[in-house]
């Protein structure tokens, strides 16, 4: 029997890429590999889900076997790959062999943590998936008071999202401004403060050292000396591309498996795609780029070698209270960036030494600026 393409992984990135190779090759066998559950969802409504009132049941779009049944695809569910054997074009599934033709990691990112004392580590919740979320909505269940670790734009839309949902909400991170890698401090500005209008208090500079229980709940102590009451606790500090058992198959690595603009790693038949994914040295944790790589990937393997492009890939930021659109300045361009409007309305502009724009962060009612702004953003990958 012909060996099948591989995907290890039924995240946006697997089944999107499944979905795309079957409107080309409905023959090839293809075998759909995932350690979770396998429903079909999209992630990025994990981070609207209290709001919206919807459980996970209700956040999945399709079951494992009515995916199978529509990408003519075996799918394996709560199936952990263990190990890679390039050499032999063969995976392990613990002391199973299972061969590919073709190989693609589409296994994501994990979700950083960092060690924390006390008795309570178990009330911190990562929400990196449709099984993270139902976890903590089951917990949050008759709670009211959350305390958000982080303030990047997950733990931003997570705070947004849960006092939606009528939680209280902290939120602590050791630096002086959210999302520090992506925003300009006056737009920073515009969403902290939006967001603390809306019920949100911050604790900008310590970190959570230590989690305790006590009589109504649990107390967090912050690296300042401040104890923080809450119910539950959301770890939102970052994600890490999963790229172990590419790097102990030899395959190169860097911040993600490195890939080429054929989406190939430095090993032939295999690729990788979506969070775990290096692509042309940008790793990209959002949704257009996977989608993009998914499109140029289904053609490679059905024989038409393609390579992938990024055109402007800007973020919508999910913060209603203050909307927010990003493009973050691309790796490799340096500009200078200049600020107009104030309070809540922001649009922060980056351009390059020629005056081409290169990047930009628009809040309140400059995100209607957008479509004209992007026109005019360098493509990622040309
Ligand atoms: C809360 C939240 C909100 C977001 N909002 C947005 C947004 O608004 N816009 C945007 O563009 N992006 C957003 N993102 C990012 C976006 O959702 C991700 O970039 C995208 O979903 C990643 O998809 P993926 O398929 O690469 O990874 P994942 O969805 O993480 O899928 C990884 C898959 O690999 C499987 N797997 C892992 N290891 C193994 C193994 N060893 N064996 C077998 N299977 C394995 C997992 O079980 C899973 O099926 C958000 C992310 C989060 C967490």
Known sequence: MNAPVVIIGTGLAG??????????????????????????????????????NKEADGLSMAEPGAMAEQLKAEV????????????????WIGEESVYYRDLILAWGAETVRVPVEGDASDSIFPIND???????????????????LGVGLIGCEFANDLILGGYDVDLVAPCEQVMPTLL????????????????????????????????????????????????????????????DLAAAAGLETGRGVVVDRH????????????????VDGLNLLYVMPLMSGARALAQTLAGTPTAVKYGPMPVTVKTPVCPLVISPVPKGLEGVWSVEGQGADIKALCHDARGNLVGYALTGTAVLDKLALNKALPPLLA
């Open 263 to 278: 989406l190939k790693t430095s090993h032939a038949n295999i690729y990788a795609l979506g969070d775990c994914a290096e």
């Open 130 to 148: 449709l099984e993270d979320y139902a976890r903590f909505r089951a917990a949050a269940a008759g709670k009211r008071h959350v305390l958000i």
């Open 76 to 91: 394996r569910t709560h199936t952990r790959v263990s190990g890679i054997d390039p050499g032999h074009k063969r995976l």
């Open 184 to 243: 300009h401090p006056a737009a920073a500005s515009a969403v902290q403060a939006g967001l603390e209008a809306f019920g949100a208090r911050f604790h900008l500079g310590p970190v959570l050292t230590r989690l305790v229980r006590s009589d109504n709940g649990l107390q967090a102590h912050l690296s300042d000396g401040e104890v923080v009451q809450c119910d539950l606790v959301v770890s939102a500090i970052g994600l890490r591309p999963r790229v």
């Open 15 to 52: 089944y999107n890429l499944a979905r795309e190779f079957r409107k080309l090759d409905g023959e090839t066998p293809l075998l759909l590999i995932t350690a979770d559950d396998g429903r079909s969802y999209s992630k990025p409504m994990l981070s609207t889900g209290f709001g919206k």
